[in-house]
């Protein structure tokens, strides 16, 4: 079987399943599909219910992230998709599924990761299972979010015209995961193992900080008119939201943010660093639209919030699709790849 | 590591993590430590949070539950959790975390189950996440149900005096997976199969029955002073009601009901069907306790309802604590033991 993170077979087996009528009945404003479900919630606000599930070997392994990073990152990577609704974060119910070969200090640390994260984006944990595992651990985490009614940033909102922009620079989390798969695990709390390790792009590995700041800004403004947080890739999510609004997406290659330190990394190790930017995941920044007649203001904002934004390219009327173009003004086709952290399947 | 299941060591990684004024000001009304949280909601209703996660080796084997059964039983075991404190369930998250070995077919029929018990009892599934998994199945539910403001009923409410409840008999599940281990899998659509079989018995394991209607008539008239679903076994159900009631909890033996076909089997493999009585896990019935003047009323009611009632002890003051009253006038301790499928660890 292909591996399901690449393909989203999910799809295959849930749509059809249950009537629009049947979703209306029971609140549900939006099902299957986007970062986030949305239903329910307070007068004025919509409840937004994700849940993202991370698994030994397929997207960790005990030299690429410790108990702690696993812990932080379960929750984090389901705050960014609160965070690409434009929501705000507010319950986590979670799931650990432990190898009976663990100890309770790793446990620990596991617990201490997960609430780590919880704490500093403001989530609360209210409820959970643990479980035995026979070998490999497995955290699933379910995150409510809250939204303003009607307000939340769909990938369905692209429209011909708009630009399209990131929040921040991508490919660092699989520049920083190149690492480690070559080199091993790196404790970034001891200078001398981190003595010209690219700490930065390990960092954006272990402990992504997902963009509910920035997440907010483009609902409260008005501004996103669609959005997609970076978790499987540039690419993978361009081409989301270029079929859920049915529009043609061109990346100009010139503009794609590349940091400093993945530029660097990539030359010393003879990698092209397009390939992390568009096809590396889980930066967990976000990508989105925007009318040009908020450009500016957008820039504005965004600078003296201190939050980055790279204006990248452009909506186009056209079937769904997503280009790139070069410098030289050559069109390349971007394929709808996603993120796979050790290519098994 | 001893096993997580049986001893609830999430506990010591969880509590006092986050203080009870942070959890007011999430909207928190009840966190980790009852068969839901409560949380949040619509006027007039609150939210019942629930997460419970099966996985293979641990909770099933490929020769005890088809893959349509335990897609069925993972959603069953979440609305039970539901069931347990009144509510109505509603929304489900689903994560599925697949063999690399795997293919379509088998994740149709896991799909089929999930959504056969969801349409069963009107729950809808929102969304979730699908991953692969490098060796063994893990599905995760979150079920969020609703409950009318302030009348969940939780574990706490037990006072002396007060009688206590089953609706239905237990064990039955785990008579049927002794038959599953014991003789293989067996297809109960086919009659030459079952021949024999304790067909109840591994209906009751494959295919549970979360008791819905029972929970809520007892939250509705206002009968259930506490409750828990049979998860993890009568005994252990009974030691978490004494714990969070302070309150002793007599047992009397020759009131707990024990189905005839419970009874035959265990005789038949010179086994003491009480083992599996109290200590079975997963037959999804409630226990409760209720004061004795709604003794009549909730026998006659449940009886025009078609819903098994036995009143099997009644409540004491006393430190937390649970016994058995022999038929011979004699007290036994009961131990506080949970329940575990494959006695691993």
Same mark, same amino acid.
């Given at each position: 079987?292909?591996?399901? +993170?690449?393909?989203?077979?999910i799809?295959?087996?849930t749509?059809?399943?249950?009537?629009?009528?049947?979703? &209306?009945?029971a609140g549900v404003?939006l099902g299957i599909g986007d970062d986030t479900a949305i239903a329910g919630g307070?007068? *004025?606000?919509e409840w937004l219910l994700t849940m993202d599930t991370m698994v030994?070997? $397929?997207h960790?392994?005990?030299?690429?992230? @410790?108990?702690? +990073?696993v812990g932080f990152k379960a929750i984090a990577a389901n705050i960014s998709d609160i965070a690409a609704m434009?929501g705000l974060p507010k319950l986590a119910l979670v799931s650990v599924s432990?190898?009976?070969?663990?100890?309770?200090?790793?446990?620990?640390?596991l617990f201490?990761g997960l609430y780590?994260c919880a704490?500093?984006y403001g989530v609360v944990i209210v409820g959970g299972d643990t479980t035995?595992?026979?070998?490999?651990?497995v955290v699933s985490v379910t995150l409510i979010g809250s939204v303003?009614?009607?307000?939340a940033?769909?990938?369905? *909102?692209?429209?011909?015209?708009?630009?399209?922009?990131?929040?921040?620079?991508?490919?660092? @989390? &699989?520049?920083?995961?190149?690492?480690?798969?070559?080199?091993?695990?790196?404790?970034?709390?001891?200078?001398?193992?981190?003595?010209?390790?690219? $700490?930065?792009?390990?960092?954006?590995?272990?402990?992504?900080?997902p @963009?509910v700041?920035? *997440?907010?800004? =483009? =609902?409260?403004?008005?501004?996103?008119?669609?959005?997609?947080d970076?978790s499987?890739?540039?690419?993978?999510?361009?081409?989301? $939201?270029?079929? &859920?609004?049915?529009?043609?997406?061109?990346?100009?290659?010139?503009?794609?943010? %590349? @940091?400093?330190? =993945? &530029?660097?990394?990539?030359? +010393?190790?003879?990698?092209?660093?397009? +390939?992390?930017?568009?096809?590396?995941?889980?930066?967990? #920044? =976000?990508? *989105?639209?925007?009318?040009?007649?908020?450009?500016?203001?957008?820039?504005?904002?965004?600078?003296?919030?201190?939050?980055?934004?790279? %204006? %990248?390219?452009? #909506?186009?009327?056209?079937?769904?699709? #997503?280009?790139?173009?070069?410098?030289?003004?050559?069109?390349?086709?971007?394929?709808?790849?996603?993120?796979?952290?050790?290519?098994?399947?």
């Amino acid at each position: 079987m292909p591996p399901l +993170d690449e393909f989203g077979l999910i799809r295959v087996w849930t749509e059809g399943r249950q009537s629009k009528e049947k979703l &209306a009945i029971a609140g549900v404003t939006l099902g299957i599909g986007d970062d986030t479900a949305i239903a329910g919630g307070t007068p *004025g606000q919509e409840w937004l219910l994700t849940m993202d599930t991370m698994v030994e070997e $397929i997207h960790f392994r005990n030299d690429t992230m @410790s108990e702690y +990073d696993v812990g932080f990152k379960a929750i984090a990577a389901n705050i960014s998709d609160i965070a690409a609704m434009g929501g705000l974060p507010k319950l986590a119910l979670v799931s650990v599924s432990v190898p009976f070969q663990w100890d309770e200090q790793r446990m620990k640390l596991l617990f201490d990761g997960l609430y780590a994260c919880a704490e500093q984006y403001g989530v609360v944990i209210v409820g959970g299972d643990t479980t035995s595992a026979p070998q490999h651990l497995v955290v699933s985490v379910t995150l409510i979010g809250s939204v303003e009614t009607g307000k939340a940033i769909r990938r369905s *909102g692209a429209r011909p015209g708009q630009f399209i922009f990131l929040t921040g620079p991508t490919g660092l @989390s &699989a520049g920083g995961l190149h690492y480690l798969l070559a080199r091993g695990a790196v404790e970034l709390s001891s200078p001398q193992s981190v003595n010209h390790a690219p $700490i930065h792009l390990i960092h954006a590995h272990q402990r992504p900080t997902p @963009s509910v700041n920035a *997440g907010r800004i =483009l =609902l409260e403004k008005g501004w996103g008119t669609s959005l997609n947080d970076v978790s499987d890739g540039v690419a993978s999510e361009a081409w989301e $939201i270029a079929e &859920a609004s049915e529009v043609k997406l061109i990346l100009n290659e010139s503009q794609l943010p %590349i @940091s400093g330190e =993945l &530029a660097k990394y990539a030359h +010393d190790n003879d990698i092209n660093p397009l +390939d992390w930017v568009l096809y590396g995941g889980e930066d967990y #920044v =976000l990508l *989105g639209t925007a009318d040009k007649e908020h450009e500016q203001g957008m820039k504005e904002h965004f600078r003296a919030e201190g939050i980055p934004l790279f %204006i %990248i390219g452009e #909506v186009e009327a056209g079937k769904p699709d #997503v280009v790139m173009e070069t410098a030289a003004g050559a069109t390349k086709p971007i394929a709808k790849q996603g993120y796979n952290h050790f290519s098994k399947g």
